[in-house]
């Protein structure tokens, strides 16, 4: 992902100079550097400076476009963390760095097609989710401390003006995340916090038309400021104005094909019967 993000860069400068009518070795000369420096740059082989980035724009007439790509420059150094690295203190440090986000944050939009997220999630929950992580990274045990850290962010739900807007994949409803009883608690947690007024609910069902838009990877947007993108290995932090527009986007379309309202609960209750059997 990260080595996606700065060939982006790279393939980008060099758009800039072949537009502007320049060879790679007439910039370098301009720009009075090595003239193996510019072709490095452009293979992502060498990370550019925010300053070699001005040169750049300035020798290639393309001044107006500095400022995106430096922030873009910013973003690839920032962007990609490993779980590893994040957990390495324990889960409960992970918790807590999120939290000053959390706090700032007015607008909260949220797209899960794995889990039911952590404003949402109950105790039985949380632990089951964080055991399973620690047990699968071989973490150091502190899942209680943890469990209560996630649990009191949970404040931002019922505290200040955050607005949530989430939206689940119907099959978020089925997985049995710690086990059955579990599972049903959650459900019926979910009945309940669909009716607080900081929180817009909608389910997308399984029957619903696709063709615009597959399930997408889990993801987060903190007001139009930020969007976190959780993987296997790791979170991706997108701060770019360009790509944030297009979670935006997708979080658009995602709603689009969701349901809200009683036709939500209808399927929340509909997983609770089927986990009743």
């Not at 537009?19 to 790679?24: C, F, N, P």
């Not at 999120?98 to 949380?126: A, C, H, K």
Request: charged share 25%; hydrophobic share 45%.
């Amino acid at each position: 992902m990260l080595q996606q993000a700065r060939q982006a860069l790279a393939v980008r400068l060099r758009e800039i100079r072949v537009e502007a009518g320049l060879t790679a070795s007439a910039l370098a000369a301009a720009a009075g550097w090595h003239r193996t420096k510019v072709s490095k740059l452009e293979h992502s082989a060498t990370m550019p400076s925010a300053e070699d980035i001005r040169t750049w724009c300035r020798l290639c007439g393309a001044e107006d476009q500095a400022a995106e790509l430096v922030s873009s420059l910013v973003a690839v150094d920032t962007m990609w963390t490993e779980w590893r690295r994040l957990e390495r203190t324990g889960l409960r440090h992970v918790q807590e760095a999120v939290l000053p986000l959390w706090e700032r944050t007015r607008r909260i939009r949220i797209y899960s097609s794995w889990l039911i997220p952590g404003p949402l999630q109950t105790e039985g929950y949380i632990r089951a989710l964080l055991d399973a992580t620690r047990r699968r990274r071989k973490l150091l045990d502190d899942v209680d401390q943890a469990t209560a850290v996630r649990l009191a962010k949970q404040d931002v739900l019922y505290k200040g003006e955050h607005r949530f807007a989430i939206l689940l994949e119907e099959s978020v409803l089925r997985y049995r995340i710690g086990g059955p009883a579990v599972l049903e608690t959650q459900l019926r947690h979910l009945l309940s916090v669909m009716s607080l007024p900081s929180v817009s609910l909608g389910i997308i069902p399984l029957d619903a038309d696709r063709s615009l838009l597959r399930p997408v990877e889990m993801f987060f947007m903190f007001d139009e400021v930020q969007v976190n993108v959780e993987f296997v290995s790791g979170w991706l932090r997108v701060t770019t104005p360009r790509e944030i527009a297009m979670y935006d986007q997708t979080f658009g379309l995602l709603s689009r094909m969701a349901v809200h309202g009683k036709r939500a609960r209808e399927i929340v209750v509909n997983a609770l019967d089927i986990l009743g059997g």
